[in-house]
């Protein structure tokens, strides 16, 4: 079974500086990866997508890359924001019913 | 503009008492599926389609069903609702399921009492 673990579950950062969220999975044989950004209340935002031939995502700020043998994704954010603060999940998708698997996720605070 | 439309957003209900989350995307994506999201367990996948008329069950069905008529709705639909069901709900579709992007609706906050 499918175990997505995103360590740790909340981190506090001054405005500015460039981040690295972790995201981590146990079975490698997934087609792809997803990262997305939910606001308090909010629905999920997709952010980048990862293809399992993939191994980066570019996307302004934001750089994923995917080691699918180590089964490992970082979510690189550069000159972090205010408007940055949010909850970020990441989901593999793999299986026959093309399940999303979440993490979950990583409550980040960018303090001004 | 392109989107995953939910409604209601938010709904307070009673114990035993039917009710249907309506769910619809304007992107012609084959696949659809609705998840559950509760504080310490994440996100879980409800039910799922890969096309019309085709429809199963994803980690936890229990007291739900879904039907797939038409391409674009997706509803969710609860026969007798418990308060073990008081959830945070989403509609999510795709194009074609594993290999490309999943889209979101904004979610419906569901509290049975």
């Known amino acids: 079974k499918q175990e997505v673990t995103q360590i740790p579950a909340a981190l506090s950062v001054p405005e500015g500086e460039n981040l690295v969220l972790n995201c981590s999975f146990t079975?490698?044989?997934?087609?792809?990866l997803q990262w997305f950004r939910q606001d308090p209340g909010k629905g999920l935002t997709s952010l980048l997508l990862i293809q399992s031939s993939q191994r980066e995502q570019t996307s302004g700020r934001l750089n994923a890359s995917l080691d699918k043998s180590s089964g490992r994704s970082t979510l690189y954010i550069a000159a972090s924001q205010p408007g940055d603060s949010a909850t970020y999940l990441c989901a593999v998708i793999g299986g026959a019913n093309s399940k999303l698997t979440f993490g979950k996720g990583i409550t980040l605070s960018v303090r001004p | 503009e392109a989107q995953v439309t939910q409604n209601p957003r938010y709904l307070i209900t009673v114990t035993g008492k039917k009710l249907t989350v309506t769910c619809s995307q304007n992107?012609?994506?084959?696949?659809m599926s609705w998840y559950r999201q509760d504080p310490g367990l994440g996100l879980r996948q409800i039910y799922y389609?890969?096309?019309?008329?085709?429809?199963d069950k994803g980690d936890v069905p229990e007291g739900y069903k879904v039907s797939r008529k038409e391409k674009r709705n997706f509803p969710l639909i609860l026969e007798s609702p418990s308060p073990n069901q008081t959830s945070l709900y989403f509609c999510?579709?795709?194009?074609?399921?594993?290999?490309?992007?999943?889209?979101f609706g904004q979610g419906t906050r569901l509290t049975v009492v």
């Open positions: 992107m012609n994506h084959e696949y």
């Open positions: 079975d490698s044989a997934i087609y792809n």
């Open positions: 389609s890969m096309n019309v008329e085709v429809t």
């Open positions: 999510a579709s795709s194009p074609q399921g594993a290999w490309t992007e999943a889209f």
